[in-house]
Nanobody, 127 residues
Framework: QVQLVESGGELVQAGGSLRLSCAAS????????MGWFRQAPGKEREFVAT????????DYADSVTGRFTISRDNAKNTVYLQMNSLKPEDTAIYYCAAVRTVIPSAVVTAPYAYHYWGQGTQVTVSS
């Protein structure tokens, strides 16, 4: 089993930057693809970014491409989301998620495919 704890969310002005972290428990973190999702009030949870277990392959939602970067440090059991040029529409609770994958290069964008979720961290972008 994997436990995930997000941190780094806060209030920031539009145009600013934040880095979210997600610390994972367990000895097999390097076998899991990791994802970031977000949910704004009154909206469904949406995909933001994903990274493969081998740390190489990534995928992003169109709305964040070029502004957000996902990365991971398997030695530290941590995945990051660097968010630049933040916009008010980025305001949401951000969740990290994990799913064990057989193929090291696999990226996973569907939320229903993930087995483990963190509790979320609030990001608020003021205009």
């Amino acid at each position: 089993q994997v436990q995930l704890v997000e941190s780094g969310g806060e209030l920031v002005q539009a145009g600013g930057s934040l880095r979210l972290s997600c610390a994972a428990s367990g000895r097999t973190f390097s076998s899991y693809a990791m994802g970031w999702f977000r949910q704004a009030p009154g909206k469904e949870r949406e995909f933001v970014a994903t990274i493969s277990s081998n740390t190489i392959d990534t995928d992003y939602a169109d709305s964040v491409t070029g502004r957000f970067t996902i990365s991971r440090d398997n030695a530290k059991n941590t995945v990051y989301l660097q968010m630049n040029s933040l916009k008010p529409e980025d305001t949401a609770i951000y969740y990290c998620a994990a799913v064990r994958t057989v193929i090291p290069s696999a990226v996973v964008t569907a939320p229903y495919a993930y087995h483990y979720w963190g509790q979320g961290t609030q990001v608020t972008v003021s205009s």
